[in-house]
């Protein structure tokens, strides 16, 4: 009965990693281990998920399995999940690969990569003639990205760099940067999607036990915080609008609620770049009706995704275009 499902219950979403196994195969396995696939034919959605059934088919993300919450302590040990065959992932994660679009043999830039879910998903969408150069600046993170592109069958088609994305300019041959036609921007961030507080639950909280000084004191703080981040995201962003003599989609992202992160710093530059050939694509018209906010010009051309709207963590989408030859004349 969908009556008795709790409004933000979450599915368990699982990604067929294309480098190690094909569709068909996963189903296979699937159906031989008591697995229903309930497809789109028989009008399944999230709500009709029963334990041991799954949708075999999603609208926005290719290759997305949705099983229901009550299955993930068996899907987790799963062979198949545990093979790298299925990659566990939240559904709003994958968009940005889908909203960047690189075609079968592109060049792709994964600026804060680790630890690689998207790069795994841009090396599967790239083919065997396609690259995807994937740096993180971080040691710890960079080790475990390298670590699973291997194990998840990426190694071949994913060159791992382990440096600040800022500072490429010294890293990379002119010949390598005039290839890279798709850039992906999932800079570090608030994390406050994945965590379903919105600013209006943190202002409860700091009321609830707090006096009023120390809510004040913890929202100039958090200000301050956002603020910092903000800033560098809108440099990475900027760096690939500016670097790369060939890019001509690239896609910034981030796992945060906060507009300061997102239609805030997507805005800055929409503005700044206009002039220089890029504009926002509007990303997935209708068939993602949750959008960016309309405070910001922004906003439309952007996506959001959440738990109450989407059954997703909140997460934040944009996409800046160009022609290739950098006019930005064409629709
Ligand atoms: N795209 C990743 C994925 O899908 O698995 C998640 C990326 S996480 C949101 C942000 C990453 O950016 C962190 O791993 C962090 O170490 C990295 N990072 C932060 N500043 C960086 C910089 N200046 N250059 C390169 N990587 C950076």
Known sequence: DSSQTQ?????????????????AEVRARLSADGFVAIDDA??????????????????????????PEADSARLAVHPL???????????????PPVCLQPPPGAWVLDTCAAPGNKTLQLAAMVGPAGRVLAVDRDAQRFG??????VAMG??????CLRCDCLQLGDRLSQRCRDRITHILVDPSCSGSGLTARSVERQALDGGAGAGASDAESAAAKEQQRLASLANFQ????????????????????????????????????????????WRLARLMKSSWPTRGLS?????????????????????????????????????
């Open 42 to 67: 028989e009008g399944g959605d999230v709500d009709s998920l029963r334990p041991g059934t799954y949708l075999a088919a999603d609208a926005h993300i290719p290759d997305l399995l949705t099983f």
């Open 234 to 277: 809108a440099m990475v962003l900027r760096s690939a609008l500016t670097d790369y003599p060939s890019a001509r989609r690239v896609v910034y992202s981030t796992c945060s609620v906060h507009s300061e992160e997102n239609e805030a710093v997507v805005q800055e530059l929409a503005n700044s770049f206009a002039d220089k050939g």
């Open 7 to 23: 409004p933000h219950q979450m599915p368990r979403y699982a990604r067929i990693n294309r480098l190690l196994a094909q569709p």
């Open 144 to 149: 475990e990205l390298r670590r699973r592109l």
């Open 81 to 95: 999940v545990t093979g790298g065959a299925l990659c566990l992932v939240d559904k709003a994660s994958c968009l």
């Open 295 to 331: 405070a910001f010009d922004c906003g439309p051309m952007c996506l959001r995704a959440g738990p109450g709207t989407d059954r997703t963590c909140g997460f934040f989408v944009a996409c800046f275009k160009r022609d290739p030859g950098g006019s930005g004349a064409a629709a």
């Open 154 to 159: 990426a190694g071949d088609r994913v060159r």
